[in-house]
């Protein structure tokens, strides 16, 4: 597996990133990783010659900033690492990518290249969060903040997908987020996204609308939503668990004394199990080829992390079976 690492992108680049890079190849003996950026900046971050084995670097002299407007910062900058990365996939010198950069120009840049799978409307970022069950994919949080009915649809396929076969989830639900568990309830896309699981044939998976306290309870395997509402949702989910975190740190385990290392112990390995760099990045679903979006806080243990999940994705064939699936089963007509 050869994929394209975006060596600029994210808050502390090229730092962390290139060390993810790193021990990304030491622990996949099959993964090639090729360094988008900067050489400068890059080289005297890898070691020495003869240990840098399956350690690429495709020079380019540009970086699109965090607050830069998408679009702008792709025309502006023909040569940036987002757009040099979408070019190597585009010619199929890579099998995927991964940056932690500017999310919309990450997103833009596949839509300037059409790289949509064919019966993919449009792709969708999904993020995996953790529950009492176990994962739960979480989509579109942020690709497509106009959805329609058909787009979610595709989203609960999709997400269902990555489910089975990446998270190992052996038979995903897919839930619809809503207001409310009735049927009638929530805005026109709700209902009529509703309709379209309710008249598919996927409904034995659709187990109907989810609410948002849901989620963290395992009542779905992949829940479906906007792009604005997932955003919301993803955003607030990492800053409740922030501040549950630190109130556990600094009220329960502080006043403890005999107990107080084995305590510490287990809180650091509670927040590293549910930490968002467990799963190293989000998945922009209905991509030609495997694309993972990371936080831009993102660590070289995320890095390293989204890198293998990259490899697992082209590895597994996903986007194949996505073809396959969405082709099999059309979203049907909705009244009116």
């Not at 890898?46 to 840098?52: A, C, I, T, W």
């Not at 996903?318 to 699936?325: F, K, M, R, S, T």
Request: glycine share 10%; aromatic share 6%; hydrophobic share 40%.
């Amino acid at each position: 597996m050869r994929i394209a690492l975006d060596a600029m992108g994210g808050d502390h680049a090229p730092g962390p990133i290139v060390a993810g890079a790193v021990q990304a190849v030491q622990a996949e003996q099959e993964l090639t990783v090729v360094l988008v950026g900067d050489q400068a900046q890059i080289e005297p971050l890898l070691p020495p010659l003869e240990q840098r084995q399956r350690l690429e670097i495709f020079h380019c002299t540009q970086v699109i900033t965090m607050d830069e407007k998408p679009v702008e910062g792709l025309r502006r900058k023909p040569d940036n690492s987002i757009k040099r990365s979408w070019e190597l996939l585009a010619s199929h010198k890579v099998d995927g990518l991964v940056s932690a950069g500017n999310t919309g120009a990450m997103v833009a840049g596949g839509h300037f290249l059409k790289r949509f799978l064919p019966p993919v409307l449009r792709p969708g970022i999904a993020a995996v969060l953790p529950t009492e069950r176990g994962p739960c994919v979480l989509l579109d949080v942020g690709a497509n903040i106009h959805a329609k009915p058909e787009h979610l649809y595709q989203y609960g396929l999709m997400g269902a997908i990555y489910a089975r076969h990446i998270l190992q989830v052996e038979q995903p639900r897919i839930g619809l987020m809503n207001v409310g568990e009735e049927e009638a309830k929530g805005h026109d896309l709700a209902r009529d996204t509703h309709q379209l699981f309710d008249r598919s044939g996927i409904r034995d998976r659709f187990i109907g609308n989810v609410e948002g306290r849901d989620i963290h309870k395992g009542t779905a395997d992949v829940v479906v939503c906007d792009g604005f509402v997932g955003n919301v949702v993803l955003k607030y989910s990492e800053g409740v668990f922030e501040f549950l975190m630190k109130i556990v740190h600094n009220e329960l385990l502080a006043p403890l004394s005999s107990e107080r290392d084995k305590a510490e112990q287990v809180w650091r390995e509670l927040a590293l199990r549910y930490d968002y760099s467990t799963y190293g990045g989000a998945p922009l679903l209905g991509i030609d080829g495997a694309c993972i979006i990371c936080h831009g806080s993102s660590g070289e243990r995320a890095i390293k992390n989204a890198l293998l999940v990259a490899a697992r994705y082209a590895r597994a064939h996903l986007n194949d079976i996505i073809v396959q699936e969405l082709t099999a089963n059309p979203p049907p007509t909705v009244d009116g």
